[in-house]
């Protein structure tokens, strides 16, 4: 039997030494930023996504480990366990075949099955499905006891039956074959509920009225929707082993032939084969076929999720290393109708400079007046740029804040529209309570808003990844499997970006590798007290931070303008011998040698490399001397929302304009175009050749051109597509490299702005706005 590193090694396609490296790493404390920036030697080059994946699989494999270990205690237990039945355990290979094999030995309460083998009908069972020349009625006949139960000869076969159909559920090799020819060849199939199906909620699944699906095929978000569907009763759900139209019109279905094979059932005209099948035929229809219908429920949930997570996961990432517009002094705005603009102006680090509340729009009307207080915070605080956020009057504020560009234009003041998502929740948070404990909660958001535009992932940090919005149907995924996804997406992220260790908030410190939320809150506190950290070595002296927990931070941790240049590299202190010796090679001082790419190049990295420090680090230390610190996130850079475009009404097929990615799901991307509702890209719109995942082509906060196809104003529908030549109301050509033709698109949905689910309906661009299941923007 391989271990578990072995079983983690081939799946990774890589040696069980860099898979054992990496787990006693991981065992010891290292996080994964560190141990793919700081241990390349040590695993072999294993990068952070592999390593996210061994530890997943780590943690999987050892859940099942410890269930194999209760499993053969419980089978010991009971006296049943032999060789054979060992050897069976521990060759399996998943929880699922752990959980067959141990289905015959689990406790459960007493079935028909073991009344009958206590009334010792076991023997009549084994007699007719071993030897089926025997006469059932005749051989059933010498079972009757009255005593136990067996009053005549129907009793005694009703037990064996029992039995055999006990029997033939519970053998984990035929279970498992069965569940595979189920999972292969049955499909989904779902109805409208005839009491629901005309209630107003229920248009959303308006699809899945009539609709079946097989199961290997089937997209995570239609799963997702179907089972949504169900859960809120107007659908109901059927597994189907195979399509009715394909089945054999009479006779055994293929599922009972295999049973009957298994047991060496046939129908050879002997007294008891009449009998035997259908024992056969009622232990596939009352008992297997359930119990497999509940397997594949699992597996379809699980597949669905796993993606959803997935998808959700990638979302993360490119929202929170979206491009920072940087140290600019910033105005937020967070628009509302009849309880105002909240507006804050923050100073280039952020520090909450100037509040305000104006009412520029209904019912108040104070446009002049809104537009006077905007322009004398702007000069008095030197503001750079203005963050929209992009909710409720949006598009009205967005206008407002045009106006004072036009007006003012020796402020030059740039405009951006900012996704708001969770500055509500960020707003009522403790944390942004002890932060900004003078603000009254309406205001906080517009601080948020104007700190995301300056760095998105320092602040989006502040706020439970769940509730940025950016996934589909989340409410619907296990709790856990999504946090611990998104957990380690923001710790990626903000480990690879690196952190300034004297301007961190304490939920930044806190997604620092090695830093818990206690150490950060410490490292604040010294920070406050003693000033500013001057180098990184200062960190040994907060409370409570030991050997272990520098050593895991340190290299993510930076000091701009310190008292080593090197505090503000990536490099990490351990590391700075390696960094004497290249500075007495290069013949230069420090600070001399750090940017100077012509001297650095000029270097061979092996000439420094030793037994500690290897080429891969001395490479990476030689990349980061040439670029020290810099950001890995892209330029900064902003989407123009087209004039007299302002509203759904405004849009005609053919326009061509400019947009925002604000959600990417696996049937396309949603693209904020400035109209109060986002349109869709379909995943064939994307590109002119096919795409597999649409994160390959767009991510959320990018700014693409989009050509509008349809719009469908009553139902806040709008087509997009980025391919800018496709034609409008005529199907478009297929894409190239294979792939479904892209559809006509017809009916499309916008992702609603304000809290609501996207409307369901149909239309050719995959059901998308009824199944994204997206969170509203706050």
């Excluded at 999720?305 to 105005?331: C, H, Q, S």
């Excluded at 106006?403 to 234009?409: K, T």
């Amino acid at each position: 039997m391989k271990s578990i590193e072995q079983r983690i090694a081939e799946e990774l396609g890589v040696r069980d030494a860099q898979v054992q490296a990496a787990v006693d790493l991981l065992d010891g404390g290292s996080t994964v930023p560190f141990i793919a920036r700081y241990r390349k030697e040590a695993t072999g080059m294993l990068d952070d996504a592999q390593l996210r994946t061994l530890e997943e699989r780590l943690r999987y494999l050892r859940e099942m480990e410890d269930r194999r270990k209760a499993i053969l205690d419980s089978v010991r237990e009971q006296g049943k366990l032999d060789d054979a039945l060992e050897a069976r355990i521990m060759a399996a290979d998943s929880k699922a075949r752990l959980e067959d094999i141990y289905l015959p030995f689990k406790q459960k309460r007493r079935t028909k099955a073991q009344i009958a083998k206590e009334a010792g009908l076991e023997p009549l069972a084994d007699a007719l499905l071993t030897d089926p020349t025997k006469l059932p009625d005749a051989i059933a006949t010498t079972f009757i006891d009255a005593e136990k139960g067996v009053a005549d000869a129907q009793a005694a076969l009703d037990g064996a039956r029992a039995i055999l159909v006990e029997r033939f559920a519970e053998d984990a090799d035929l279970i498992g074959g069965l569940r595979e020819e189920m999972w292969g060849r049955g499909r989904l199939a779902a109805k409208a509920k005839d009491d629901k199906k005309d209630a107003p909620e229920a248009a959303k699944f308006a699809d899945y009225f009539d609709k079946a699906e097989s199961f290997a095929k089937m997209p995570s978000h239609r799963i997702l929707a179907m089972f949504r569907g169900e859960k809120e009763g107007f659908l109901d759900l059927n597994f189907e082993p195979e399509d009715p139209a394909q089945a054999a019109p009479s006779g055994p279905s293929l599922y009972e032939a295999r049973i009957a094979r298994r047991f060496n059932i046939a129908d050879k005209g002997r007294p008891a084969d009449k009998w035997l099948n259908d024992t056969v035929r009622w232990a596939w229809r009352t008992r297997i076929q359930g119990h497999l219908s509940v397997d594949l429920r699992m597996r379809l949930w699980q597949a669905a999720e796993e993606e959803a997570v997935k998808v959700f996961a990638g979302n993360l990432r490119d929202l929170l290393l979206a491009a920072p517009a940087g140290t600019r002094a910033t105005m937020g705005l967070d628009p509302g109708f009849r309880t105002g603009v909240k507006v804050a102006v923050v100073d280039s680090t952020g520090k909450v400079a100037a509040t305000a509340t104006i009412y520029p729009h209904e019912p108040k009307r104070q446009w002049t007046e809104s537009l006077a207080i905007l322009g004398r915070l702007c000069k008095q605080h030197n503001v750079d740029l203005i963050a929209i956020g992009n909710g409720t009057a949006s598009r009205e504020t967005d206008k407002l804040a045009g106006e004072l560009v036009a007006l003012a234009p020796e402020l030059k003041l740039t405009k951006v529209m900012v996704s708001e998502a969770g500055a509500s929740v960020y707003s009522a948070s403790a944390y942004a309570s002890a932060e900004l404990p003078d603000l009254d909660v309406s205001i906080r958001g517009a601080v948020s808003i104007a700190r995301r535009l300056q760095d998105p992932l320092a602040e989006l940090v502040k706020i439970d990844p769940k509730s940025i919005g950016v996934g589909q149907y989340q409410h619907d995924l296990s709790e856990t499997k999504l946090s611990r996804s998104l957990d380690a997406v923001v710790e990626d992220c903000v480990n690879g970006v690196g952190v300034d260790l004297n301007t961190a908030s304490v939920p930044l410190l806190a997604r620092v590798s090695g830093i818990s939320e206690t150490l950060a809150k410490n490292i604040v506190a010294y920070r406050d007290q003693k000033g500013a950290f001057k180098r990184r070595a200062e960190l040994q002296e907060v409370p409570r931070l030991g050997p272990k927990a520098f050593e895991q931070a340190a290299g993510f941790l930076r000091i701009p303008n310190g008292d080593d240049p090197l505090d503000a590299s990536s490099v990490h202190p351990e590391a700075y011998p390696v960094v004497r010796k290249i500075v007495s090679a290069a013949k230069v001082d420090i600070k001399t040698l750090i940017g100077n790419a012509p001297v650095l190049r000029g270097l061979q990295p092996k000439q420094f490399a030793d037994e500690k420090f290897g080429l891969p680090t001395v490479t990476d230390i030689l990349r980061e001397l040439e670029k020290p610190g810099r950001d890995p996130r892209p330029a900064f850079k902003t989407a123009t929302f087209q004039e007299g475009v302002e509203k759904i009404s405004d849009l005609k097929p053919g326009m061509v304009l400019e947009g925002v990615v604000t959600n990417v799901a696996a049937f396309g991307a949603f693209i904020d175009i400035g109209v109060h509702q986002d349109g869709l890209a379909h995943v064939s719109a994307l590109s002119k050749t096919f795409v597999k995942d649409p994160r390959d082509v767009v991510k959320p906060g990018d700014v693409v051109r989009v050509k509008v196809l349809e719009v469908d104003a009553p139902r806040k529908r709008i087509s997009l597509t980025l391919r800018l030549d496709d034609p409008i109301g005529a199907e478009s050509e297929r894409p190239q490299g294979g792939g479904q033709r892209a559809p006509t698109p017809k009916k499309m949905s916008a992702a609603p702005k304000a809290g609501a689910r996207p409307e369901a309906g149909g239309g050719a661009f995959a059901d998308a706005f009824r199944k994204a299941g997206l969170n509203g923007r706050k």
